[in-house]
């Protein structure tokens, strides 16, 4: 067997920049590392896509099982973000994970909405449930309750994720909303989240307060973009958007 020892293979200039190692039927050994930020098959389908720094930021559907994220937006001193891409028909469930979210006015609740005409209008109709579990810091009072007045029966509002939460630098929120085929032309689109947030707002007490949401929009045409902000003022945080691969 021959050695080839040399730093870079390149492919002549009449191959439009394609290298084709070994040929039909053969089977290529790499005995060592193999740095690509692409990986494609034969027939030129991405089986991944890294960005060169460790991050694969796509990879085919066909890879089931992972979570994989889809994008990544920041707040800053902003009055809302919106995903007008990445709700498709690749995945049947979508997950948004809230990290650090700080409104800028006291006492506000983080909120969400849907569309289906790529965020023109945020106004799908909804309805939903609202359960709380709060405890103070200083143990003063704690329950479990339903809240009659944060949940939606067929209305078209921004439905309330994180109630009454602070604003100082140590007060925020987190959590997460999963989406169930928003592509789907059949069914209603069917949502839960679960929010941890920092009530600083009553009376001066400090609360915990853990968030149980869940309901559905009911509309059978797809739903292409969402839309989250604050029921008043600006904020700060970091929203992920992450798609579960099909089984």
């Known amino acids: 067997m021959s050695n080839i020892v040399t730093d870079k293979i390149i492919p002549d200039s009449g191959s439009s920049n394609t290298l084709t190692v070994g040929g039909t039927g053969d089977s290529v050994v790499v ?9 494609q098959d034969a027939g030129g389908n991405n089986i991944f896509v890294s960005n060169g720094s460790g991050t694969i930021t796509s990879k ?17 001193g902003s009055a809302s973000l919106s995903f007008t891409s990445g709700l ?24 969400f909405q849907t569309s289906t005409d790529g965020g023109s ?18 143990g003063a009072g704690g329950a479990l309750m339903y809240l009659t007045g944060e949940d939606q029966a067929q209305g078209t509002s921004y439905q309330n994720l994180g109630n009454t ?12 909303l999963y989406l169930f085929a928003p592509s789907s032309t059949t069914y209603v689109k069917h949502y839960y989240a679960t929010i941890q947030g920092y009530d ?13 949401i869940s309901g559905y929009f009911n509309t059978t045409t797809a739903l292409n973009a969402i839309s989250f902000k604050m029921s008043s003022g600006n904020f700060d945080g970091i929203i992920k958007l992450y798609g579960i691969s099909k089984s």
């Open 200 to 212: 600083g707002s009553s009376g001066g007490n400090n609360y915990a307060q853990n968030n149980y």
């Open 121 to 138: 209008n945020y106004n799908i109709t909804t309805t939903s449930t609202y359960f709380q579990a709060y405890n103070e810091e200083g």
């Open 165 to 176: 939460w602070g604003n100082a630098a140590d007060e925020c929120g987190a959590g997460e």
């Open 31 to 39: 005995l060592d590392s193999l740095n690509v930020n692409t990986l």
């Open 88 to 111: 498709d028909s690749t995945y049947d469930v979508y997950i948004f994970k809230f990290i650090n979210m700080n409104p800028a006015t006291d006492a506000v609740k983080f909120t």
């Open 60 to 76: 085919n559907s066909g890879l089931a099982g992972g979570m994989n994220l889809i994008s990544t937006q920041t707040a800053s």
